[in-house]
């Protein structure tokens, strides 16, 4: 959409250049978000373009991916042999819901600093331990842990002005093997569960990553794979179940018998326990780590449940809402 607060954009060729910065100014990036709706606060773009940043640069120690990196450039990332999850941009990327145009213009960076629940860069990039390298404005740079970034929907820990330069993915955890699982409550539609589950040789470090049915990122660490039951108290220790009619629910009720749907099957409260069932479904999928279809969920979400809580799901969930993809990485 035209912008029609926007009386100046920059096109600096270095961050340097802008020694300045005051309200009204913003990083554009693709503008796939910039340019999605009204931006009244907003008078003066600073575009990223000239900078020329080199958008991939792989090395024995990792993948360095600059922020302006287009989503369509990271899709065409091959990586070695050794990096055995290398395949998790491309199921991240695929996590997008993208047109052509967002597709080849929208950026990582982008997408990390627009910082919502469902932006797959951040659970490509958290789950394999990433390391942002953030420019502050007239201060040196900084190194931030990537689970610290994102504090809520829509927000992360950028000062103003603020620039995320680039994101390192350490050699290490593209080497392990890992299971993603993808849920949207719609045919192709927006991420409402991202589960990446990662894990050494060794398999003494499972690493599950839960993104898009909560604000922001979840991380559950564990020595072993754990049983159900630790995986269920894991859960609920770190993501309460909270208001339902609210955005950060993201666990139904345990009890096999309560039903986990609502009568009425429309509304956020509904809409929100399918999503929080979804995860919950999700990881228990990953923490088994060999769960890879449709159906292996719903056998799997009896199994949490019991029958009578089976019964309360529609019955053709599965096949009407749910779009689960499994990966051969295992
Ligand atoms: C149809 C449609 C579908 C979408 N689907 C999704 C989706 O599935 N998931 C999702 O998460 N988002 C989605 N979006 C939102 C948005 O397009 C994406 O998040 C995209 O990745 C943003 O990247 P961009 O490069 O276009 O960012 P821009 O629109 O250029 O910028 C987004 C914000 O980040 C800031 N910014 C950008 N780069 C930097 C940087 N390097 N440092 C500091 N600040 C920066 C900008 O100032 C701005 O506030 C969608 C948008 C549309 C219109």
Not at 20 to 29: E, P, T
Not at 123 to 128: G, H, W
Not at 147 to 175: C, K, M, Y
Not at 267 to 283: D, I, K, L, Q, V
Request: aromatic share 6%; glycine share 6%.
């Amino acid at each position: 959409m035209n912008l029609n607060t926007i009386a100046e954009v920059k096109r600096p060729t270095s961050a340097d250049q802008i020694t300045h910065w005051r309200d009204g100014y913003a990083w554009l990036a693709g503008g796939t978000w910039l340019f999605s709706e009204p931006q009244v606060s907003t008078d003066t773009l600073i575009d990223l373009e000239r900078f020329n940043w080199p958008a991939l640069e792989p090395s024995p120690a990792g993948l360095d991916i600059a922020a302006t990196c287009r989503i369509a450039e990271l899709y065409r990332f091959a990586g070695p042999d050794e990096w055995r999850a290398a395949p998790l941009l491309r199921e991240c990327c695929n996590a997008f819901l993208a047109s052509f145009k967002i597709w080849n213009a929208a950026t990582v960076g982008g997408n990390i600093c627009m910082s919502l629940p469902a932006g797959p860069m951040i659970s490509l990039t958290v789950a394999l331990d990433a390391t942002y390298t953030l420019w502050p404005r007239n201060a040196p740079p900084r190194d931030v842990h990537s689970v610290d970034f994102v504090t809520g929907n829509h927000t992360n820990i950028l000062q103003p002005g603020e620039l995320l330069r680039s994101i390192h993915l350490p050699a290490s955890a593209l080497s392990k093997r890992f299971a993603f699982r993808h849920a949207s409550l719609t045919h192709l539609g927006r991420s409402a569960a991202l589960m990446i589950g990662t894990q050494n040789a060794a398999g003494d470090d499972l690493l599950i990553t839960i993104t898009a049915a909560t604000p922001r990122p979840v991380q559950l660490r564990f020595k072993r794979t754990p049983s159900s039951m630790e995986l269920r108290r894991a859960l609920d220790e770190r993501i309460p179940l909270t208001d339902t009619s609210t955005m950060s629910t993201a666990r139904p009720p345990i009890s096999a018998t309560s039903p986990i749907i609502s009568p009425s099957r429309s509304g956020p409260s509904w809409r929100n326990r399918e999503r929080a069932h979804e995860t919950y479904c999700h990881c228990k999928c990953a923490s088994r780590l060999h769960c890879r279809q449709p159906h292996e969920l719903q056998r799997q979400r009896q199994a949490v449940f019991g029958r009578a809580g089976a019964r309360t799901v529609p019955a053709d969930l599965s096949a009407r809402v749910w779009r689960v993809r499994g990966q051969e990485g295992l």
